[in-house]
């Protein structure tokens, strides 16, 4: 199987769509990383059919959040940012696309070929 025939590779900036509703994630910034895990294993890429691959980057205080079937956990070494640009990067012609509201990681991956869309995609 080539990149174009693999599934949508759905890359979701955990901390910035846990921050988009102010729900008082921020006193428990895991349980919300997991609470958005559970939501995306059980209700993947509302709106998009065919195989996706739902990769979860987490960060900070985040980190350690663990993988359940269909979501893929990946904890950032340093900026979440930065591993999320570094996955596209790494994720040669297959489609991705990437789950934020940060302006600068849109640009930065757009430039690699990525597609956006903003955290109400994944959000209930």
């Not at 988009?20 to 919300?32: E, I, L, N, Q």
């Not at 987490?58 to 979440?80: K, L, M, N, Q």
């Not at 012609?93 to 930065?108: G, I, M, P």
């Amino acid at each position: 199987m080539d990149d174009t025939d693999s599934p949508l590779l759905v890359i979701v900036d955990a901390a910035n769509v846990v921050g988009s509703v102010p729900d008082g994630w921020w006193r428990d910034r895991r349980g919300a990383a997991e609470r958005l895990r559970d939501r995306l294993a059980s209700d993947g890429l509302p709106g998009r059919s065919g195989a996706v691959e739902v990769v979860l980057v987490v960060e900070g205080a985040a980190r350690g959040v663990e993988p359940v079937p269909g979501v893929r956990v990946e904890s950032a070494p340093g900026s979440g940012d930065d591993h999320i640009v570094d996955l596209v990067a790494r994720s040669g012609d297959r489609s991705r696309l990437v789950v934020t509201a940060d302006r600068e990681l849109r640009r930065r991956v757009t430039a690699l070929g990525a597609e956006v869309t903003g955290p109400r995609t994944v959000r209930p």
